[in-house]
């Protein structure tokens, strides 16, 4: 249901955070749900819940949540087997050369290193060994300093690089050759994404996850540096989904009843008992415009032929360059009702500058 809210005259849709980078799209939902309900909402209405793919994505997300919340639920939640991932974000585990008898079929959290002949073995991740790591160049830094796992990861990953990932024998000699008894970059856990993605890239708080009883969820402490913690699934929480919005909403009108809002791409379908109406919108990348072509359709007895008028939105009240803040409580569809009856529509913000210019209203 759309809450009611102020507004604001010319076209202003709020109540999602939204950051996109390539093929992401990050949205911050600001209503607490359950995981598996939240779940649910992001797949009805987007995709899904976010999967954090690397740094990069993970550092975009924390800048887009700063201050707007505590924790979010994101897509990582637990699987029925534990399984192996390069440290590397996207790294197949294409070629293997485990020492025999490894790897061992236990159900816990383990780290893979490499004895002195190149094999590589099992071993608790918090044991303290040197370690490689892989540079963007294809070389491999040898560092002799002993650490956990993953303090060599994070030691790694400081050096805009990330533990070794072995891709091949003649990779998997020139490592051996470095040292012995060294970290390489594979680890084991039980944690899967909920779109289906092989996303490796993990970024937990200190001694997190602890696997206590039922905590088989992912939230994002925002305010613990955006690190990662294992919960309960039947937690409240705002969640993070991805992906371009396709959800319905439903809203109550005060003179058709129930209505149902759509939104797909570049248009809205508004439906009620009595009428569908589609908006369409086309931008002017030249000018700060934006046309609408409104077409409806009625049904029943009183059913009329098809009509479209369209409407042209430009950025400004009745006095151009002037925006009106309505100190009215009212739901999206009558705003914009009472928009186009007294002013020109609900704002438009197609630029940073009428941005700040509406912040200021």
């Given at each position: 249901m759309?809450?009611?809210?102020k507004?604001?005259?010319l076209?202003f849709i709020?109540?999602?955070t939204?950051?996109s980078?390539?093929f992401?799209?990050?949205h ?6 359950s ?5 649910s909402?992001?797949?009805?209405m ?5 999967t954090?793919n ?7 997300l924390?800048?887009?949540v700063?201050?707007k919340a505590?924790?979010?639920?994101i897509g990582?939640?637990?699987a029925?087997n534990?399984?192996?991932?390069w440290?590397?974000p996207a790294?197949?585990?294409d070629?293997?050369?485990?020492r025999?008898?490894t ?7 383990s780290?893979a ?11 608790n991740?918090t044991?303290r060994r ?5 540079s963007?160049?294809g070389s491999?830094?040898?560092v002799?300093h002993?650490k ?5 990861q994070?030691y ?8 070794v990932s ?9 490592v051996?050759?470095?040292s012995?008894?060294v ?6 856990d ?5 779109d289906?993605?092989?996303s490796s890239?993990?970024y937990?708080?200190?001694?997190q996850?602890?696997y206590l ?5 992912v939230?994002?402490v925002?305010?613990?540096k955006?690190k990662w913690n294992d919960?309960?699934?039947t937690?409240?929480?705002?969640f ?5 919005y396709k ?8 003179t ?9 791409g570049t248009?809205f ?10 908006i369409?919108f086309t931008?002017d990348?030249?000018s700060?415009?934006?046309s609408?072509?409104?077409s ?6 009183s059913?009329?032929p098809?009509?479209s ?12 360059g002037n925006?009106?803040l309505?100190q009215q409580?009212l739901?999206?569809?009558e705003a914009?009702?009472?928009c ?15 941005q700040?210019?509406?912040?200021e209203t």
């Amino acid at each position: 249901m759309l809450l009611n809210s102020k507004f604001i005259c010319l076209l202003f849709i709020s109540g999602f955070t939204i950051f996109s980078q390539g093929f992401s799209e990050f949205h911050l939902i600001n209503v607490t749900k359950s995981y598996a309900d939240a779940k649910s909402y992001c797949r009805e209405m987007y995709t899904d819940l976010a999967t954090i793919n690397n740094f990069s994505e993970m550092n975009a997300l924390i800048n887009l949540v700063s201050g707007k919340a505590d924790r979010a639920w994101i897509g990582l939640e637990i699987a029925e087997n534990r399984t192996w991932h390069w440290s590397l974000p996207a790294y197949p585990l294409d070629f293997t050369n485990w020492r025999d008898g490894t790897p061992q079929e236990n159900d816990q959290d383990s780290c893979a290193a490499m004895d002195e002949n190149g094999k590589w073995f099992e071993s608790n991740c918090t044991d303290r060994r040197s370690f490689v790591c892989h540079s963007d160049e294809g070389s491999h830094i040898f560092v002799s300093h002993t650490k956990t796992w993953r303090d060599a990861q994070k030691y790694c990953r400081d050096l805009l690089t990330d533990l070794v990932s072995i891709q091949s024998p003649k990779e998997n000699a020139i490592v051996s050759n470095m040292s012995q008894n060294v970290w390489i970059g594979l680890f084991k856990d039980p944690w899967k994404w909920s779109d289906g993605r092989n996303s490796s890239f993990r970024y937990w708080v200190n001694s997190q996850p602890n696997y206590l009883d039922g905590q088989d969820c992912v939230t994002v402490v925002f305010k613990n540096k955006g690190k990662w913690n294992d919960l309960k699934c039947t937690g409240r929480r705002k969640f993070i989904c991805q992906g371009a919005y396709k959800g319905t909403t439903t809203i109550k009108t005060t003179t058709q009843g129930t209505a149902i809002v759509t939104y797909v791409g570049t248009h809205f379908n508004i439906t009620s008992e009595a009428v569908t109406l589609t908006i369409h919108f086309t931008v002017d990348k030249n000018s700060t415009n934006v046309s609408t072509t409104a077409s409806s359709t009625t049904e029943g007895p009183s059913a009329s032929p098809n009509m479209s008028q369209p409407v042209t939105l430009a950025p400004h009240s009745k006095t151009p360059g002037n925006f009106v803040l309505i100190q009215q409580n009212l739901t999206w569809v009558e705003a914009i009702i009472y928009c186009r009856r007294n002013y020109i529509d609900l704002i438009h913000i197609p630029t940073e500058e009428i941005q700040v210019k509406v912040a200021e209203t």
